[in-house]
């Protein structure tokens, strides 16, 4: 059953219930590819055995009332998993076993997913390009030592090589979205406050959102809705009623207005980009949506905003790396000193550098001038969003300024590499749900994705117009398996 | 405004992270060029705008203050770096 590796989840789904083929089966099939795949750098751990017995146990008591039965999955490791180490991609967990289960991962496990292995992803989920994880550069399917994006670099190039059928990853600036685009692969962030934060390794409270990552639109809304939930244990989780996202599915957008931010003409954009967005325009048109030009005077400043939130928040959140409860300890001459060597030591370069930057905006003095004022203008950003959606029901935008970049191209220059998520930071500012869709490729082949962005909790409005331009798109992955041996 | 290597000193002391000379000067290079870059805020003027602290706008729900975990010692120091099955161990405070 070589095809199965083929096949999109919702048929992997349907197969499993109508007893075509086993979990056991399944299973067996993602995990001897992953093996084959470790060229690619995609795994920090792998959960092989413990998962086909697992399989095995599904198969021998089925229950195909589940959304995901018997189904393997890998994910982004920063959700914690139960007595499956969990490390963010940072030396400073590199031992650390959790003792308890995540709410998105114990969704997945409750709708009867089997988790497979933890994938690769920037240290505490600080990068665009999974080039700061302590475990090493992970390989874009697409081309040899191009990066997968990042951070979730280790779940989008797991799913664009097809070693999971879905994935989950994490976004606190684009980190879903940026790789997706990056992969050819579909990204969703949902609103803050819809999926459970417990569990998830902490980056910057107010803006990070765990959300799938899959092969297609109708996969993702599967996803979301497995994973989405009110969670008492999460204080920003919302109790509002979460949609059947998959039944309602639907192509249908005769009448959406969609909002075209002329601020996200960016210069230097390459001409490709500008021509996809143009052609998902059309498809709107043709499928009978509007277009209308918005404004969204204030997007220049959304960057410089995640600058100062987020880092400040980490700052904060990082603190409780102190080498005494768990993690990575070095040797000191006193206390002090033992916390100091210990985190010089247990973090990375990025992570350091934004701790730091977190730090001084904080600190006395500071707070003012670069804190506070940060705040404030997340606050026009967020009401540039609310003055648009007064006239458009979503907007559409290109994913990212540029494709998947060359392993190396951008380490050396950090403003450049933040500039990559010019086009995602200002949504997860104002904690709304995006997605992005493969929409084509740039003239080396590398794929290029279109965002959707909706209001608030509107996320089966925006699954249901990117499902639309799907249809209309059929955008294909072309690659062979240059990484298996 | 700069950052010296005076501040990113001081910055790595609030911070607890050690830092050697070397990496201090290309970390007071590359804090720099993020200053620079974040300090584009001061364009704006937002002095009747109010802070934005939390995008969730909803109520924090109270709960009965129960004990729900019962017995979890061993679990709670099974991840830790040094301890003597009841304690976390640190290096000596008081002397």
Redesign the interface.
């Known amino acids: 059953m070589s095809n199965i590796i083929d096949l999109k989840l919702f048929e992997l789904v349907e197969k499993i219930k109508k007893k075509e083929i086993s979990s056991q089966e399944v299973t067996k099939v993602f995990v001897d590819r992953s093996q084959k795949s470790k060229k690619l750098n995609s795994y920090i751990t792998e959960n092989f055995e413990n998962a086909l017995q697992k399989a095995k146990q599904f198969d021998e008591k089925p229950d195909f009332n589940k959304k995901l039965p018997g189904v393997p999955l890998a994910v982004k490791d920063l959700f914690c998993t139960k007595n499956i180490r969990t490390t963010a991609g940072s030396k400073i967990l590199e ?3 959790p ?1 308890y289960e995540s709410t998105v991962t114990q969704n997945i496990l409750n709708e009867g997913g089997i988790i497979i292995g933890k994938l690769n992803c920037d240290e505490f989920a600080m990068g665009s390009s999974n080039e700061t994880s302590f475990f090493g550069n992970v390989q874009n399917p697409i081309s040899e030592n191009l990066v997968p994006g990042g951070s979730s670099g280790g779940s989008s190039s797991a799913l664009a090589a097809k070693l999971t059928p879905a994935t989950i990853g994490t976004d606190t600036g684009g980190s879903i979205r940026q790789p997706a685009s990056f992969t050819g692969t579909v990204g969703l962030k949902p609103t ?2 819809s999926c459970s934060r417990y569990g998830i390794v902490a980056f910057a409270s ?1 803006l990070d959102q765990a959300g799938p990552m899959t092969q297609n639109v109708k996969d993702c809304a599967l996803m979301l809705e497995v994973i989405s939930s009110y969670d ?1 244990k999460d ?2 989780s ?2 509002f009623k979460r949609g059947q996202y998959l039944k309602d599915l639907n192509e249908n957008i005769k009448g959406k207005k969609i909002g075209i931010p002329k601020q996200y003409r960016v210069d230097g954009m390459p001409k490709e980009i500008d021509e996809l967005w143009k052609k998902g325009m059309k498809i709107i048109e043709n499928n009978g949506g509007e277009i209308i030009e918005i404004n969204l005077p ?1 997007t ?2 959304a ?3 995640y ?2 939130v987020a880092p400040a928040e980490a ?1 904060s959140n990082l ?1 409780r790396y ?8 070095s040797k ?10 210990t ?2 030591e247990g ?1 990375g370069d990025e992570v ?2 934004r ?3 977190g ?2 905006v904080l ?1 006395s003095g500071y707070y003012d001038a ?1 804190y ?9 950003i ?1 009401n540039d969003f609310d003055e648009a959606y007064k006239k458009v029901d979503a907007i559409l935008t290109p994913s990212t300024p540029s494709s998947a970049f060359k392993i190396g191209e951008k380490t050396n ?3 450049s590499m ?1 500039l990559n998520d010019i086009f995602t930071v200002p949504i997860n500012l ?2 709304l749900p995006a997605i992005s869709i493969p929409a084509g490729h740039d003239k080396s082949g590398y794929p290029l994705g279109l965002q959707v962005i909706g209001k608030a909790f509107d996320e089966q409005n925006i699954l249901n117009i990117a499902y639309s331009i799907e249809k209309n798109i059929n955008f294909k992955n072309n690659f062979n398996d240059w990484w298996i041996n | 405004m700069t950052i010296d290597l005076k501040t990113v000193k001081h910055i790595s002391k609030l911070s607890r992270i050690s830092i050697d000379d070397n990496k201090a000067k290309k970390l007071s290079d590359d804090l720099n060029s993020i200053f620079k870059f974040i300090e584009k805020l001061e364009e704006l003027d937002t002095e009747k705008i109010e802070p934005l602290t939390s995008i969730a706008e909803t109520n924090l729900k109270l709960r009965k203050d129960e004990i729900k975990s019962k017995n979890i010692r061993e679990d709670i120091l099974k991840n830790s770096p040094e301890d003597n099955k009841d304690f976390f161990v640190v290096p000596k405070v008081v002397e």
């Open positions: 031992n650390f076993i003792t803050y406050g107010s008492n204080s920003t919302v109790d204030n220049n400043y960057l410089p905003t600058y100062i700052s603190a102190d080498g005494v409860k768990y993690g990575f300890r000191g001459e006193n206390l002090i000193d033992m916390y100091e060597k985190r010089s973090f350091k550098r701790i730091m930057i730090t001084y600190s670069y506070l004022k940060a705040q404030k203008v997340r606050r026009l967020k220059d950090p403003v933040y104002a904690g």
